[in-house]
């Protein structure tokens, strides 16, 4: 008996030290994550040890979350299954490596609107990051292809939207088809306090009024929008660029100085083209290529009986910009970038430095910190106003940025 005692607790022990080693063998290691993954963690997390890895089903998740990595230090991770970060949370601050995904110094601009809180989360999503600080406070970084502004994220809190919310509501659902909302944010003061409502398949920004100043619905959306366009908008569009046959009107800009189409082809989303039209009138806005002509003759030396200019409209939903490209026999050799007036908003001459007489173009404060602080170097690139911003690099890699009014902000 004693004998088919110990048999028995054997085959037990057995059994579950089988049963273990098939949970070790299963268990995700951390050298089985994707390459990106793996670096990342490497780079932003030194010293930190990964506890634990989950892999879950990433079909119709929000998040497109693939792998759920815990770390040391409280941390938890998620990724894509391409190797994208999604999110980042702990119950504490996180570590500034951490941080520094937020582009162009966004956890310095936090500390200094809010230098009592501390940054625990960041959340990947439609418009950008999403940074939620210790109170709970949950800030939207928009913009950050170009800028580290943020707003707030109410998407989650609508007994705190606003009265023009009602607004957003009605326009979005009657002339947009949006049947449901993925992020509802309130806009940095510089870009007016707005408000920024979208989806996966269309996104529509109000002004602190509630009046719509940008609306884009993907494929096929906007059958109504064109009703807001001038009549002489339409007709050109129709007559001229084949609105109506073959063509849809997937995004429109508009403000007091202009309005700004883009037109989709039906059978390809990703064919596209801007156009832009005065609002009092509806005429189309050309690019101003003679104005353009006269600036590089008078401050860079090129002729334009040898020079071909490539006019672009630029997508801003604050400003008209134009985009030249330069050519000479077929080769770049200048990029201006313009406002609907011909304006130089910014300028780089390729292969060759910028004379420093174009210092005069930029504004008074602007030229005279300039030319006292750096006489003796050259020019490459010149930003005149583009976005509301100044800047002006030189050869050695420096850079001077200034505000609107000319004070530096490096």
């Known amino acids: 008996m004693k004998i088919k005692s110990l048999v028995g607790i054997l085959l037990v022990l057995l059994t579950i030290g089988f049963v273990g080693c098939n949970d070790d063998d299963n268990q ?9 993954v793996q670096a990342f963690i ?15 089903d990433d079909y119709e998740n929000e998040m497109n979350e693939k792998y759920i990595v815990t770390m040391s ?3 938890v991770l998620s990724f894509s299954s391409l190797g994208f970060w999604r999110r980042i949370e702990s119950s504490s601050e996180l570590p500034q490596l951490i941080q520094d995904v937020l582009a162009f110094g966004g956890a310095e601009a936090i500390k200094v609107k809010y230098p009592s809180k501390t940054i625990n989360k960041i959340h990947s999503r439609l418009y950008g990051y999403m940074a939620t600080l210790n109170d709970d406070t949950k800030l939207a970084f928009y913009d950050t292809s170009y800028s580290n502004k943020f707003g707030l994220d109410l998407t989650n809190s609508p007994l705190s939207w606003p009265e023009v919310s009602r ?5 979005s659902i009657g002339y947009v088809g949006m049947a449901s909302y993925h992020y509802f944010i309130q806009e940095d003061e510089e870009d007016g306090s707005g408000y920024r409502f979208g989806a996966y398949q269309a996104s529509v920004f109000f002004d602190k009024d509630g009046e719509w100043y940008y609306v884009y619905g993907g494929y096929s959306m906007l059958s109504k929008i064109s009703n807001f366009l001038p009549e002489q908008s339409k007709k050109i569009l129709s007559e001229e660029y084949g609105l109506g046959t073959g063509k849809i009107i997937t995004a429109l800009v508009r403000n007091e100085a202009y309005y700004q189409v883009m037109l989709s082809s039906e059978y390809n989303e990703l064919s596209t083209w801007w156009y832009m ?3 009092q009138t509806g005429l189309e806005i050309k690019a101003p290529e003679q104005v353009v002509f006269d600036f590089l003759k008078d401050y860079i030396g ?15 939903i604050k400003q008209d910009i134009f985009h030249f490209t ?37 504004p008074e404060k602007v030229k005279e910190y300039a030319e006292a602080n750096y006489a003796e170097k050259e020019i490459l690139y010149i930003m005149n106003g583009m976005n509301n911003k100044y800047c002006v690099e030189y050869k050695d890699n420096s850079r001077i940025y200034f505000d609107k009014d000319g004070h530096v902000v490096n």
């Open 302 to 316: 090129i002729s334009s009986g040898e020079l071909k200019l490539q006019p672009e409209i630029m997508f801003n």
């Open 28 to 36: 995700l290691r951390k050298d089985s994550l994707p390459e990106t």
């Open 326 to 362: 330069g050519k000479i026999d077929g080769k770049t050799v200048v990029n201006i970038y313009t406002d609907g007036n011909g304006q130089m908003l910014g300028l780089n001459v390729v292969g060759s430095t910028i004379p420093n007489t174009v210092l005069s173009y930029l």
């Open 73 to 75: 230090g409280d941390i």
């Open 42 to 56: 490497d780079s932003r997390l030194p010293g930190y040890t990964v506890l634990n890895i989950d892999q879950i």
């Open 167 to 171: 607004n957003l509501l009605v326009f």
């Open 277 to 279: 039209f005065y609002p």
